[in-house]
């Protein structure tokens, strides 16, 4: 189960990939049919957005049979954290289907474009405390168990992070200019609280822990200092509003990077919380 819950976790962080690309080039509703994909199982021709399109649903067909089986197993457990991680991964999944269906159907409304992004990046934070819920734990060192204060922390910074994807996702898809403007206030406000907790959970937790735990808290400092460098050329090589169909390749790169950067931070954060929270809780 520890393999089906790894391979979880890259699909999702896959489809949310190729997720970015659409999202940032403008390719979405190159196919504009759904469940068939331009009348066809598989359309005629692959070519462009088409191809994106394709893969993304594919990638999101594949991911949804492994998290149903991955989640049907979970509930066999007698850990109620397990039953519950399996029940809501196995919802957001099917909720993903209904929305991504519908969407299409109706041309994708903003609103129902900002609730598919953010219940995919939350998938991919489900789906990494998932990895971390099956795989053994190996007990920290008397020295190491963490301060409940440095745990809170990492809650409150995996909750800042997944607000600001949901805020970036009303940015991308907002279709007036107040709502945008408003969303990326909050985007850029909530930026600073992530710089700065997440700056001292890197350097605190990552000099006080060990193995892969300690490599968790360093990689949220790395993935800040990447994240702020990607949102500055974001913003430099942004098309003008209004200028649909005008992205240059470095925007769609950038912000897709920025995009996919901030679902890991979301997915490092979330999977260590989970581990310091089990590793207070007492043995057996």
Not at 52 to 62: G, K, N, P, Q, V
Not at 188 to 213: C, D, E, K, N, Y
Request: aromatic share 6%; hydrophobic share 55%.
């Amino acid at each position: 189960m520890r393999v089906l819950s790894i391979a979880v976790f890259l699909l999702s962080l896959m489809v949310v990939t190729v997720g970015s690309v659409i999202s940032s080039s403008g390719y979405g509703l190159s196919i504009p049919d759904w469940p068939l994909a331009l009348g066809r199982l598989i359309p005629d021709p692959l070519v462009g957005g088409i191809v994106w399109e394709f893969a993304h649903r594919i990638l999101s067909l594949i991911t949804g049979l492994t998290t149903l089986l991955l989640g049907g197993l979970l509930l066999t457990k007698a850990d109620p954290l397990k039953r519950r991680l399996g029940g809501a991964m196995m919802a957001i999944i099917l909720v993903q289907i209904l929305l991504g269906g519908l969407g299409v159907l109706q041309e994708f409304p903003w609103l129902l474009k900002v609730m598919h992004a953010s219940l995919a990046h939350l998938f991919v934070g489900l789906a990494a405390a998932a990895v971390v819920l099956i795989s053994p734990g190996v007990a920290p060192a008397v020295n190491e168990l963490p301060d409940p204060a440095a745990i809170r922390k990492t809650r409150a910074f995996a909750s800042m992070v997944l607000l600001q994807l949901v805020a970036g996702a009303v940015v991308r898809h907002a279709e007036t200019q107040t709502v945008m403007i408003g969303a990326l206030l909050l985007h850029l406000l909530l930026a600073i609280g992530i710089v700065a907790t997440g700056m001292s959970i890197a350097l605190r937790l990552g000099a006080a822990l060990s193995g892969w735990r300690s490599a968790l808290a360093y990689a949220i400092g790395a993935g800040i200092v990447v994240q702020v460098l990607l949102g500055f050329t974001v913003f430099i090589s942004a098309p003008e509003p209004g200028a649909i169909g005008q992205q240059s390749l470095s925007y769609i790169w950038h912000a897709g990077s920025h995009m996919v950067v901030g679902v890991l931070l979301l997915a490092c954060s979330t999977a260590l919380y989970l581990r310091l929270s089990r590793d207070l809780e007492p043995a057996g």
